[in-house]
């Protein structure tokens, strides 16, 4: 249970400490006084939504802490799971900054506002004034028969047949879709194989054409070059090449030249000629060894034209030749598939089948608990609005065959009569404010036994109400608080006076700021606010043998 709760900076709540009894506590205040700050702390500190506007005016943070002790042992199997260690307290803290952002501690350690709100779940359940909007949905009416019901565990087997079911009917489906479109998806799928197999490319083959491509192009153009200049040193050309020229000028510079003159200068002229003859001879020689045929112009042109391919496949496809051999795989397991597929639908469909008549089976099942945990649920109900001042109640649960859902097969909703002689309607159609407030008061302290949540909070839960059904409200509040700890707001006389512990939210301000302060009453103090909210005077000698008398009733003092 929620035994302390200490708030700083929380909006006009400077700093606040409030300890807790085991049984009713009563919060009362005059309006605005910050009653809904309050809850809205407890809120953030079991994971909620925070946001800045909840910081107090010029400070950097807020900070709400609350202390539980005895909780239950699902809260203790969290904790463990989560790496949380337990010695008899926890502790619970969140600090909400000026900026909006947040942090969230368990017993000290940092943790995420989820993993705080995942743990808390099972600590308090809050019901707020607004919360009777929820018995306005058939959904959570069909949530409160099952949790009253405990149906959890079944329909959590039931849902994982329904959704193997859904799955193998989506399968079913895109299988039959595939059929019809098979003969032609088979001329497709035929086709893109053999046009890609008729290439016949490897892995990698890409990457190594290109490569050779890339060194054959550039062996080409040195061979180019080496050629043309041997051709041009010693090509077959005999009038054109330079040896043979060269030949010839010596040949008719030698006709001229006599042998014994070597100091003339037409001989010396013949004998640099000569070195250069034989310079270009050798020249010629040293170029013929570089004359390779190792890359062939047909085999040049054999990449070349491999390549051409490469590119045109991976054009056509769209993807790289190693990617499309992969894909190639896959064409041919679906070419397989779709030549099975008659086997394979037939397998799915018997398989639909025998799901479809399992969820069936489970849906009747659960149909038939829900039925009888309905018959049970309102009688309770009933008998608890019957006290709760609402003599002439009918109440029962309309169910409807539905289709078949992840939820079963049952269309529910709660009816509601309140007057003698009116057939019972849709909650949102019949009930007013205060009678809703009594019926999910009915709700709640029904399903107490359900759950294992120590701490309930209401906050206004006397909305509409006055008079014989306050009164009965505020025993309906202390009974409950008999099994787990009660937190109730509340602007009633009646219920005030049943608390075990009364604390006061007040309001003050001075000349800069407003403030606002929790505090429990003694019973002199109980006395005076009783007394204030009976009549808006505290002082007033009536009202407070009014109040006295209320407490003494109440609470036997």
Partial sequence: MLKELSIENLAVIEKAAISFCSRLNVFSGETGAGKSILIGGINAVLGGRTGRDIVRTGESKAVVTALFDDIPESVKKKLGENGYSYDGELLLQREILSDGKSTARINGKI??????????????????????????????????????????????????????????SKEVKALQKKIEEREDKIAELIEKIEDVEGYKIKAGEEKEVSERLEKA?????????????????????????????LRNAVKELSRIVRADDEKDDMAQLLQRLNTILIDAEDIGSELAHFISDEYSRESLSELETRMSDLLLLKRRYRMDTDQLIDEVKAWKKELEELKGSDDILEELVEKRRKLAAEVKSRAGEISDLRRKAADRLVKEITSELIFLDMPNVQFVFDFQKDKISVTGMDKIEMLISVNKGEEPKPMNKIASGGELSRIMLAVKNVLASADNVPTMIFDEIDTGISGRAAHKVGIKLSEIAEKRQVLCVTHLAQIAAMGDRHLLIEKRSDEKRTYTDVHALDYEERKHEIARIISGESDNEITLRSAEELLKRDKNL
Avoid: P
Avoid at 144 to 156: A, F, K, P, V, W
């Fill in 111 to 168: 943790t995420t506002a989820a993993v705080l709100k995942e743990i808390a779940s099972e600590l308090i359940d809050i019901h707020g004034q607004h919360d009777t909007a929820i018995l306005m949905s058939t959904d959570n009416q069909r949530q409160i028969l099952d949790s009253y019901g405990g149906l959890e565990d079944i329909l959590t087997d039931y849902r994982a047949v329904f959704k193997e079911f859904s799955h193998i």
């Fill in 217 to 245: 192009r550039g062996f080409e153009a040195f061979q180019r070059a080496v050629s043309e200049a041997y051709d041009s040193i010693c090509g077959y050309d005999e009038g054109n090449s330079a040896i043979s020229l």
